[in-house]
């Protein structure tokens, strides 16, 4: 990559307004496609990027040497289809979705044969939405993970590895599609599905004035966007499910213990997810 | 309360220490009890309280007009029967213990008669403990409940919040003993359950490279104290098994909406816990 080169996002909501920020601060030519053409304007207007349309025409997507894709799962497979013709031979294309399986494979089986796919997630994100919200800030010191197949190549690879360090993400990973969907299953989703539940499982109106930080730590991501993650829950159905099956044994071993006075099982139990704990902060987490 | 009186902060932990702070820098006269000698002289090194010792003589806890028990839970009650007389007459205690059935009856029942102790529990904390690691600051913003008997008088419950409004809490709430532990319980307790839970669920050492905000949020408290909280779950078990049960039944919902693929029924517990969910911000939460 090179700063000649122009970069498309397709989707300017709040990850893609985010994309767009850290790559046009680091001098890429930044362009942008949404349907929303209020969100374009707002984008061109605030210098989030330098081109921007609510028309895929083939004049405005051949301009793009590498396209990021921030649309919703269903819409990813459905973009590439009905537009992967009017885009620029040898273009690199990415998503950022945060279930894999259920559109790399399909994607990568129906494009162009001068194209490439390479799949990625950047695992960071904010309780709002909307290109007016984004900030190239929730990337820093952030994980990175590209989902490489057999049909990527080095350039692909290379192309991942440096949006990532121009958005200065901490740790950079490959894995595979099904080590993604499954390590996703229990660090994402599991956590989701568990804030939701334990904000919808009290509905005593005066809990707000009894809370504490641990409360409100464990349920800000109950404020979730409820048109994306339904579909994302689905498409990882398989290994979503077994994720909360082994949290909810390992919880009602701790209620055991709780039952029958084990202090020293809960204590061991304590000693060990503290322990765990800690290879989890952030750098700027740590004290 | 006036800025002549004293005030007996008895353990001078993490807790202990940050009431010390915030007292001190409010002017009050405050000293300290600790068995560890160099917590006191930490304290007096550093200006957090006033006079210190490790010795519980009636000739220092005599000075007292006001005593803050921040021991642990199977301390306080034995800590009241053993120096009780070698306190001021007249003088108020409070505790501020996470849970309370274990801890108020016994405590009050066995009272010298000009006595009184005020139950209080302060919503705040952090992962570290120690009195070098507190901070007056953990208190602002934060929740502070007072737990209110028949043997409570007016000049008891004005003592407690007097000490709220002077650490800077932002809600006083009065509540009973019971539903103290019930809030207590599914606030608290059972998000620490979690915590423990969901890090000890899964032993894959490569997850920390995958993480993002989310696992990080919902395991923040899984760094815990494992020679408190035994005692805290224990102690209030009854009502933290119910809550369990309750958490776990809601979870157990929403994974059969996952499994029948009902996007509908998704969609509508997240704008539930969406909406839920903006009632529970801080004041310096808020966007």
Chains 1, 2 share one sequence.
Not at 81 to 98: H, P, R, S, Y
Not at 150 to 165: Q, Y
Not at 185 to 193: D, E, G, I, N, V
């Amino acid at each position: 990559m090179n700063k000649d080169e122009t970069i498309l996002i397709v989707g300017l909501g709040l990850m893609g307004g985010s994309y767009a920020r850290g790559l046009t601060k680091a001098g890429f030519n930044v362009i942008a496609l949404d349907k929303n053409k209020e969100s374009i304007d707002y984008a061109l207007a605030n210098g989030i990027i330098k081109e921007g349309t609510s028309e895929s025409t083939e004049e405005f997507l051949s301009k793009a040497d590498y396209v990021i894709i921030t649309l919703y799962p269903t819409e990813i497979v459905k973009w590439i289809e009905n537009n992967q013709d009017k885009l620029k031979g040898n273009a690199i294309i990415t998503d950022i979705c945060g279930v894999k399986a259920c559109i790399v494979d399909k994607a990568q089986s129906i494009l162009r044969k001068d194209l490439e796919l390479i799949s990625t997630h950047p695992m960071a994100g904010r309780e709002l939405s909307g290109v007016k919200n984004s900030t190239e800030s929730i990337f820093e010191g952030a994980n990175y993970l590209i989902v490489k197949t057999d049909l990527n190549t080095e350039r692909g690879v290379s192309f991942a590895e440096e949006i990532a360090k121009t958005l200065k993400f901490k740790t950079i990973s490959t894995v595979s599609v099904s080590e993604h969907d499954e390590m996703i299953a229990y660090l994402s989703q599991l956590t989701h599905c568990i804030a939701i539940s334990l904000m919808n499982g009290n509905d005593n109106d005066e809990l707000c004035r009894f809370t504490g930080d641990s409360f409100r730590d464990l349920t800000r991501i109950a404020n979730i966007n409820e048109n994306l993650w339904p579909e994302l829950f689905i498409d990882n159905k398989e290994k979503l499910i077994e994720s909360i099956d082994v949290f909810v044994k390992e919880l009602n071993e701790l209620k055991d213990d709780i039952r029958s006075d084990d202090y020293d099982a809960l204590k061991k139990k304590m000693i060990s997810s503290t322990e765990r704990r800690k290879k989890f902060n952030k750098i700027k987490d740590a004290d």
